[in-house]
């Protein structure tokens, strides 16, 4: 059922020493055959290194109906960003040695305002680093899970209506005169 699904890939994301970014359910469980049911919208992050475990169990959790796939290589970007940072470390410490030994107050003020400006790229750049080793320590996976009214669930793996109806001729047909006499 539809609680025990959300649960269950809860608690699979947990084990898997992933967590939940974020989640959303919307609905009311369907009470009759028109109803829609609920729907859950998950966004998990999961260690890319189980990433392939966690697909595996979830499609023992819950029905996959359709999935894809996608990846992002940020090695440029991330290269890019981690060169600026230490560029603007450097740039820090020229300016400390600059204030050390500036003479005048205006030329103080300034080596400091250039400073304030460069510790907040330095600071932002960590920040963004930091994104893209998160980004890259764990996969992101979006799973929209829908509740089935009891009419639209799969029903037991026992004949099919066609085959059903079948084998009643079958049986009703014994001989091609039992055809002529009813």
Same mark, same amino acid.
């Given at each position: $059922?539809? $609680?025990?699904?959300?649960?269950? *890939?809860?608690?699979?994301?947990? /084990?898997?020493?992933?967590?939940?970014?974020? +989640?959303? =359910?919307?609905?009311?469980?369907?009470? /009759?055959?028109?109803?829609?049911?609920?729907?859950? @919208?998950?966004?998990? !992050?999961?260690?890319?290194?189980? *990433?392939?475990?966690?697909?595996?169990?979830?499609?023992?959790? =819950?029905?996959?109906? /359709?999935?894809?796939?996608?990846?992002?290589?940020?090695?440029?970007? @991330?290269? $890019?960003?981690?060169?600026?940072?230490?560029?603007?470390?450097?740039? *820090? %410490?020229?300016?400390?040695?600059?204030?050390?030994?500036?003479?005048?107050?205006?030329?103080?003020?300034?080596?400091? +305002?250039?400073? #304030?400006?460069? %510790?907040?790229?330095?600071?932002?750049?960590?920040?963004?680093?930091?994104?893209?080793?998160? %980004?890259?320590?764990?996969?992101?996976?979006?799973?929209?899970?829908?509740?089935?009214? #009891?009419?639209?669930?799969?029903? +037991? %793996?026992?004949?099919?209506?066609?085959? !059903?109806?079948?084998?009643?001729?079958?049986?009703? *047909?014994?001989?091609?005169?039992?055809?002529?006499?009813?």
């Amino acid at each position: $059922d539809f $609680d025990t699904a959300v649960q269950a *890939l809860t608690d699979l994301t947990s /084990s898997m020493e992933g967590y939940v970014q974020s +989640s959303s =359910i919307y609905g009311r469980a369907p009470q /009759s055959w028109s109803d829609s049911g609920r729907t859950a @919208y998950f966004t998990l !992050r999961i260690p890319s290194a189980r *990433l392939n475990e966690f697909l595996a169990q979830t499609g023992e959790l =819950i029905d996959i109906y /359709s999935q894809s796939s996608g990846s992002d290589n940020i090695t440029m970007t @991330y290269y $890019d960003a981690q060169t600026r940072k230490e560029n603007y470390e450097a740039q *820090l %410490q020229r300016l400390r040695e600059l204030l050390s030994q500036a003479e005048n107050l205006s030329d103080v003020l300034a080596i400091e +305002s250039e400073i #304030s400006r460069v %510790q907040y790229e330095i600071e932002s750049l960590t920040a963004q680093l930091k994104q893209y080793d998160n %980004q890259v320590d764990y996969a992101t996976v979006e799973i929209h899970l829908a509740e089935l009214s #009891s009419m639209e669930r799969p029903q +037991s %793996q026992g004949p099919s209506l066609g085959e !059903r109806r079948s084998e009643e001729h079958t049986s009703e *047909l014994q001989s091609p005169g039992d055809l002529v006499c009813r």
